[in-house]
């Protein structure tokens, strides 16, 4: 809430003198709370602060896709038995990570069905451009929640697994109606599509250097792209790709080094959709748990020889560590104050290169050739067209963007085992929180809980 408190006090004292004068209370009534234009862009500023929130897209999200679907690829070697759980697949329905990820996520969400239901107190063109925003912070969320609470796509009946509650109004004063039964993985991959879909025609496009973290249509069809994918919809996922690509407002990273460098700004092109963070506010939970001391990060999670192994000699991307204490450490989030970039136009690249591959097409580009625009910009040697197969393709993508998040959802999507668990393991799904299932009478909690 840091972010959401500080900017609601600075648009109140930027206001006329008249709001200052206003009797003291504990609450403020629901009517009055969205009565203008400027509270309704507040509460869209305080829904960018939940999706940025640690436990959120500002990390959690992400660090616990590659803690739960990792193959001993890493080391967990912290202290905090929530996250240990994960990496062992040994979670529990108290782990208190998993609560926390809930438990903001929704917050986050609430935020923006807030914004959404106040839309008729704007004008036409804030309307537009504040409703794709709140859409594309939602639907977002949703996708990172039903791919890690959720049976897989496709892992059995979509229409009768269970996903996780939609919510789409407002929750004010938690009553009886709230307690929301967890909804089918159809519909709420029926609610991302909607949303993101919403967002995309809603948001205005944006120029080369202005990315700022906020939403664009560039980021809403990058969105759209990966839940295309992970639902096996290979064409749509390629056209996604492929039209965030042609719109030529984005531009990969001169150097590999130069993604993860806020230093430098390289980052900046090829950032689709991130999480700003600064010295001042945001956190950065991926440097918390991938990043030695020396970095401000706490190491707890150590590269190990299984994955460096899957790098050709040539490839740098194998060496983009740093050794601290004898032991291997990503040199991605190094940056205690870096941005936490959520989808980046390089996977835009490797979505064409497998749909297009999938679909024996080549539209916008061949899949050697996207292939080798990802190796070549990382410094790697090219590909031959007769070396290009399917599992090297899909190789090439995890090379890419190891412990960014997608690890998971990869997984599932792909049916791949880890270790010794197939890819359908309830162990390779998140319990339901208990204090929710305590709660909330309606939940239904997984499987091996």
Same mark, same amino acid.
């Given at each position: 809430?840091?972010?959401?408190?500080?900017?609601?006090?600075?648009?109140?004292?930027?206001?006329?003198?008249?709001?200052?004068?206003?009797?003291?209370?504990?609450?403020?009534?629901?009517?009055?709370?969205?009565?203008?234009?400027?509270?309704?862009?507040?509460?869209?500023?305080?829904?960018?602060?939940?999706?940025?929130?640690?436990?959120?897209?500002?990390?959690?999200?992400?660090?616990?896709?590659?803690?739960?679907?990792?193959?001993?690829?890493?080391?967990?070697?912290?202290?905090?038995?929530?996250?240990?759980?994960?990496?062992?697949?040994?979670?529990?329905?108290?782990?208190?990570?998993?609560?926390?990820?809930?438990?903001?996520?929704?917050?986050?969400?609430?935020?923006?069905?807030?914004?959404?239901?106040?839309?008729?107190?704007?004008?036409?063109?804030?309307?537009?451009?504040?409703?794709?925003?709140?859409?594309?912070?939602?639907?977002?969320?949703?996708?990172?929640?039903?791919?890690?609470?959720?049976?897989?796509?496709?892992?059995?009946?979509?229409?009768?697994?269970?996903?996780?509650?939609?919510?789409?109004?407002?929750?004010?004063?938690?009553?009886?109606?709230?307690?929301?039964?967890?909804?089918?993985?159809?519909?709420?991959?029926?609610?991302?599509?909607?949303?993101?879909?919403?967002?995309?025609?809603?948001?205005?496009?944006?120029?080369?250097?202005?990315?700022?973290?906020?939403?664009?249509? %560039?980021?809403?069809?990058?969105? @759209? /792209?990966?839940? *295309? =994918? &992970?639902?096996?919809?290979?064409?749509?996922?390629?056209?996604? !790709?492929?039209?965030?690509?042609?719109?030529?407002?984005?531009?990969?990273?001169?150097?590999?080094?130069?993604?993860?460098?806020?230093?430098?700004?390289?980052?900046?092109?090829?950032?689709?959709?991130?999480?700003?963070?600064?010295?001042?506010?945001?956190?950065?939970?991926?440097?918390?748990?991938?990043?030695?001391?020396?970095?401000?990060?706490?190491?707890?999670?150590?590269?190990?020889?299984?994955?460096?192994?899957?790098?050709?000699?040539?490839?740098?991307?194998?060496?983009?560590?740093?050794?601290?204490?004898?032991?291997?450490?990503?040199?991605?989030?190094?940056?205690?104050?870096? %941005?936490?970039?959520?989808?980046? @136009? /390089?996977?835009? *690249? =490797? &979505?064409?290169?497998?749909?297009?591959?999938?679909?024996?097409? !080549?539209?916008?580009?061949?899949?050697?050739?996207?292939?080798?625009?990802?190796?070549?910009?990382?410094?790697?040697?090219?590909?031959?067209?007769?070396?290009?197969?399917?599992?090297?393709?899909?190789?090439?993508?995890?090379?890419?963007?190891?412990?960014?998040?997608?690890?998971?959802?990869?997984?599932?999507?792909?049916?791949?085992?880890?270790?010794?668990?197939?890819?359908?393991?309830?162990?390779?799904?998140?319990?339901?929180?208990?204090?929710?299932?305590?709660?909330?009478?309606?939940?239904?909690?997984?499987?091996?809980?």
């Amino acid at each position: 809430m840091k972010k959401f408190i500080y900017i609601s006090i600075f648009f109140v004292l930027a206001s006329c003198d008249k709001q200052l004068d206003v009797d003291p209370t504990q609450s403020i009534d629901e009517n009055k709370a969205l009565a203008t234009p400027q509270d309704v862009k507040v509460t869209l500023i305080g829904a960018y602060d939940g999706l940025a929130d640690g436990d959120v897209y500002g990390g959690g999200l992400q660090f616990t896709s590659e803690l739960v679907g990792d193959d001993r690829e890493v080391l967990f070697r912290g202290t905090f038995t929530t996250l240990d759980e994960m990496w062992r697949k040994t979670m529990t329905a108290g782990n208190t990570q998993v609560l926390a990820t809930w438990r903001d996520s929704y917050v986050a969400i609430n935020r923006t069905n807030n914004v959404l239901s106040a839309l008729s107190i704007l004008d036409a063109a804030d309307k537009s451009q504040v409703e794709g925003e709140a859409r594309l912070i939602r639907g977002s969320i949703y996708l990172g929640l039903v791919n890690l609470f959720a049976k897989g796509w496709g892992d059995g009946d979509n229409n009768t697994n269970l996903g996780v509650p939609l919510v789409t109004t407002p929750t004010r004063v938690v009553e009886q109606v709230d307690s929301r039964p967890r909804a089918s993985v159809a519909a709420v991959y029926t609610q991302i599509l909607e949303d993101l879909t919403k967002a995309e025609q809603l948001l205005p496009a944006t120029s080369v250097g202005d990315n700022t973290g906020f939403a664009t249509r %560039d980021a809403a069809t990058a969105m @759209l /792209a990966r839940t *295309y =994918l &992970i639902q096996g919809n290979f064409a749509a996922a390629r056209d996604a !790709a492929q039209k965030v690509i042609a719109s030529g407002k984005h531009a990969l990273s001169e150097t590999y080094a130069d993604i993860f460098d806020d230093e430098t700004g390289g980052h900046e092109t090829e950032s689709l959709f991130k999480v700003i963070v600064t010295d001042q506010d945001g956190v950065n939970s991926m440097n918390t748990y991938f990043a030695p001391a020396a970095f401000a990060g706490r190491g707890d999670i150590v590269v190990q020889a299984k994955h460096i192994a899957l790098y050709s000699a040539d490839d740098p991307r194998g060496k983009f560590t740093v050794t601290a204490s004898n032991r291997l450490y990503s040199r991605k989030f190094n940056n205690q104050f870096g %941005d936490v970039v959520i989808i980046r @136009l /390089a996977e835009m *690249y =490797l &979505i064409r290169a497998e749909t297009n591959f999938r679909l024996g097409t !080549a539209i916008g580009a061949t899949p050697v050739s996207d292939i080798n625009r990802i190796r070549s910009r990382a410094g790697a040697s090219t590909i031959a067209q007769a070396d290009l197969t399917l599992e090297r393709l899909l190789l090439e993508r995890k090379l890419e963007l190891m412990f960014e998040g997608n690890l998971t959802q990869d997984i599932k999507r792909l049916k791949k085992p880890v270790g010794t668990l197939p890819f359908s393991d309830p162990k390779l799904i998140l319990p339901i929180p208990q204090r929710e299932i305590d709660t909330n009478k309606s939940l239904v909690q997984n499987t091996g809980y």
